[in-house]
Each structure stands twice: as C-alpha cells, then as structure tokens.
C-alpha cells in the first residue's frame, strides 16, 4: 500500500471519528434496494459518504451513500447504507479503503448483505439465504499491490471466510425471528450485465447456489484485516435461464425492498446476540 493510501485512510478516521468519536463494533453494509434498513435505527448520527475522505459514492440506483451509526434493539452498530462495485470502474483501493477505515474505527465484525440472483429450484425471489463460502469467479481482488502488513499477511488463508460462530448465530436468530434462512455458495461475477443462461448453468455446475456483483471484495478486504465476516443474501430472481422472464435492476430493488423486511427482523435479533 502506499503512502498515499495510509493517509487517506487516516483522514478518513479522523473525519468519522470527529462525529462519532465511540465507533461500535459492528458494522452492516446493505445491498441493492436494501438502504431501508437504516429508518429502524434509532438516535442515528448519518454521515454522508462525501464527507468521509477515502469513501467513494456508489453511482447506482438503490445505494445512497451514507455511514450511519445509531441503536437497533438496544445494539449499536454502524451501517454502510450503499457500496460502491467493481463494475463502477473504481479499483481495488476504492474498495479497500472503507473497510480498512472501519477496521481502525475498532469495527470487529462486519455483515455484508446482498442482492443476488438464485441457481437453486428452492432459491427463488424473495429467499434469504445465508452465505457459507464463496468464488471469486471475477478475479478482482483488491489486495493486489503492495501489502500492507499492518492490516493483514500477504498470503491471507480464506479456508473459512464467512465466520463460523457468527453463521451459528445467524442460524439462531433466524429461528427465534421465524425468518426462513437457507444456506449456499455465493459466485462473484464483475457485471454490470446480468448472466446469459450459459454461464449460469456453468455457475450452477461450478457449485455456486447464488451469483452476485458484490461482497467477496469486501469480504477478502476485511478477512485480511481480521475482522470477522458474515454474508447475507437476499434473492431478488433466478439466474438467467431458470425462469422464463428476463432480469431487471427494477426487480431487484422490488423484491429487496420487499423481503428487507424480513432481513430487518432477522439482524434484530442477530446484533442482540453479538
Ligand atoms: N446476477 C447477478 N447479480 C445479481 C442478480 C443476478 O441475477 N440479481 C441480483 N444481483
């Protein structure tokens, strides 16, 4: 990493850190047309992503842009309201950097949601389903370039990215939630264009249940730093092929916006249990 970087990535803390000088712990990054999450937060400090230096603004529909801290059911916990793509043309670092602030912030855990498209019959719109392992099937990967040692090794082992303890309480909390959660294999693919059904029979083959343009980035970012992962996503259509309409980027904010509630109830009870 260079020079460059690390002071971005101090200035970045000291702005956050200035409106928010006890950063929690916890840190939820919401996916495409699932930013509603953040109403249920309550005595929020919002920070728009603007003022963060190192942060970038997504140019997507469906992702605003803001970092939020503020209690749900008693937890508080910080929200990335809005994330920014590989597919927006941003490098790694654009990536990287955010998740790198939130590491010296103090963050410990941080769930990464989703929309995703489902290669699984018992996967359809509206499924919740928790993440267990992922492909990198894009080949991005934002720890290209120089290591920093002080966040991480250059070699980082990724035998168990999404955390076990944490997938253990998801499990619980869906339970006690009533929340239906299924489980699978979440491929990355660098989009913007939705699969064509070859490459999703391809992907079904490969072992992946779901296919998403986010969140493995993330995901190697914060596992080279330590801090513990979980994945959620939140089907919002079946894989090219499967069903016989074609995707939409308006699907998918529907049905998110539709089944975010559930998520909301289900990461109610999972911060609690923190
Ligand atoms: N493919 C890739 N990304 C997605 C999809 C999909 O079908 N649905 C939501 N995000």
Partial sequence: MTQETSALIASGVAA?????PDFPKTAI????GLGGFAKGLSDATTVPFGDIPGFSRSTVVGHSGNLIVG???GKRIAVM??????YEGH???AIATPIRILKRLGVETLVLTNAAGGL???LGPGSIVMIEDHINFAQFNPLIGPNDDSFGPRFPDMSAPYDSDLRAKLETAAAAAGVP???GVYIFVLGPNFETAAEIRMFAKLGADLVGMSTVPECLVARHAGIKVAGISIVTNYGTGLAPSAQSHEETLAIAAQAGQQLEQLLRKFVRSL
């Fill in 29 to 32: 990054v919401l996916g495409s």
């Fill in 181 to 183: 959660l299924k489980k």
């Fill in 81 to 86: 309201q809005g994330r920014i793509h590989a």
């Fill in 16 to 20: 956050v850190q200035a409106r928010i």
């Fill in 71 to 73: 209690t749900l059911d």
């Fill in 91 to 93: 490098g790694g670092a």
């Fill in 120 to 122: 699984r019959t018992d």
